[in-house]
């Protein structure tokens, strides 16, 4: 199927990242979207205890999130009839369905100029990844996961791995790999 991603900017005028957007203008920041940036603006939405993932690819970008039988990859990001999707492995759990619907939106904020259809297995692993799957992971780890966030729940008693990734509702590896990132743990 052809993609286009010339008018990508459709799906995401009228929304309410526009208005964030234009904030974030006016305050001279740059047009790219961070990871913050989106987690401020669902968090405006109240939509963080654990963050709705799916509201905000749907509701805050305009996207559709589409659950399949994707045998072996976990998602990827395509143009369907002109409208941007993120297709999700149905059969893979909710968790890491989560996780994924951010990496794709990763991918959707900092990739969307380039053709990105390739299809997505994703792994908590620095070496045997591209750049782009780097990206797109620290993106997903750093909106689903805030380090504020982090350092918050631990002062709240929730100071495991295993209890964080409750209540982030993400894998333990995602967890891992983000507390790795940060610092917080030596080992990965
Ligand atoms: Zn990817």
Known sequence: MATDLSNWSNFISNKDIETYAKKQKKNNVSKT???????TAALEAKKTEPLDIEWVAEKLFGLNVVK?????????????????????NKFENERRQRFTIAHE??????????????????????????????EANNFASE??????????????????ISLLADKFCLSTPAVRYRLYKLGLISEY
Not at 106 to 131: M, P, Q
Not at 143 to 160: A, D, F, Q, V
Request: glycine content about 6%; charged content about 30%; aromatic content about 12%.
């Open 68 to 88: 399949r039988d994707l045998g072996e990859a976990s998602g990827f990001l395509n143009v369907l009839d002109d409208q941007w999707c993120i297709f999700v």
């Open 105 to 134: 939106l990763g991918h959707f904020v900092l990739h969307k100029d380039k053709s990105i259809t390739s299809k997505d297995i994703i792994f908590f692993r620095d070496e045997n990844t591209n750049i782009e799957e780097q």
């Open 33 to 39: 979207l961070s990871a913050q940036d989106v987690w």
């Open 143 to 160: 909106l689903l996961m805030p380090e504020r966030k982090i350092r918050e729940y631990i002062k709240e008693g929730y100071n495991t």
